[in-house]
């Protein structure tokens, strides 16, 4: 079954351009009158790009609109303050930042939620029921009906408390250098494209790449045999790939527990396939 | 069984393809797709008196997808159609001669998925 998307999507999306997508600015020449609300990453999964969600906000906000960001990407890599970035709702999942699968978060502002209806009916989310009305329950219960994801909640937790050890911004300047040490190597790999902006300032911790001869599952087998896990793949965004005018593209991603050597090995991993290849 | 997933004959079928091309005046002509890797193998079919008279592809992707439908090509051309309609995806993999994971599957079997829909209409089972 095929599902129609709005008419206005497709011109939208026509304003970007492999070049522009170095940078998240084209989306200040969008208007936002009539948007009630925006959804956006807070770091993009396949291009790296750290969107500037604060001044965005701002300007949604200044046209009325509200702002959900998706911070799956986000949350696991770099400290994240709501209150400071301005926005209304702000979702991530457990299974991406090293906890279980089948939990996440949603943030909200209390106004809104309070505004909203309960999504799901279940045990804790009423307060009283009567034969001709019910009383939903406080926060966050309200949402939160049935038997909880016990075993998931705590699971969740240990993953919190472990990265907090670290600290999120030690994380965060991790993968800045584990960024910025593999754009400089990723250069001198002859005919690759990297996808995305350069600067580590704004680029986190995946980087996406495409070589001309080889396709991205070649390259991915490959470099795997070198013991680097890489994932190639349309990342969930084929009309990104579409506009990119690629199939797939293979994606190096770093976390706590990757070193600068293993860079090396990656750009090793490539240079022995574009030999298989050659 | 060969650990190689590369060794030298996949990827000389994946360089110079065997029967690649269209046959302008093919009896059948059936494309197959992986969407979520990018794969396209196109068949083009010309039957002679119940047989595989003459066979080309088209196609792109990635070695193992291409490689593959190179090696079908030889597998396939001359036989009787009967036989082809069930033709066994183990002997394309035989044929690959390499351990094909579960991830490389859906490449390994592209172009002998396509050619059973192209005779039978659909893909039948998926091994």
Redesign the interface.
Known sequence: MTIAFPDWLEPMAATLTQERFTGPEWIFERKFDGIRLLAITHQSNTLGTINPIKAITDAAHRAGALVLVDGAQAVPHMPVDVQDLGVDFYAFSGHKMCGPTGIGVLWARRALLEAMPPFLGGGDMIKRVKLTEATWNDLPWKFEAGTPSVAEGIGLGAAVDYLTQFGMDAVRAHERTLVGYAMEKLQDVPGITVYGPRDPEVHGGAISFTLPDIHPHDLATLVDREGIAVRAGHHCTQPLMDRLGVAATTRASFYVYNRPDEVDQLVDGIQKAQKVFA | MSDD??REQI?EHYKNPHHFGELPDADITQEGDNP????VVTLYLKLDDGRLGDVRFRGR????SQASASMLTDLIVGKPLQELKTFPTKDLLEELGIQI?PA?MK?ATLSVNTLRVALNGDAGEEE
């Open positions: 997933l590369y990827l979520l890797c990018g794969d992707g990635c070695a193992i994971s490389r490449c």
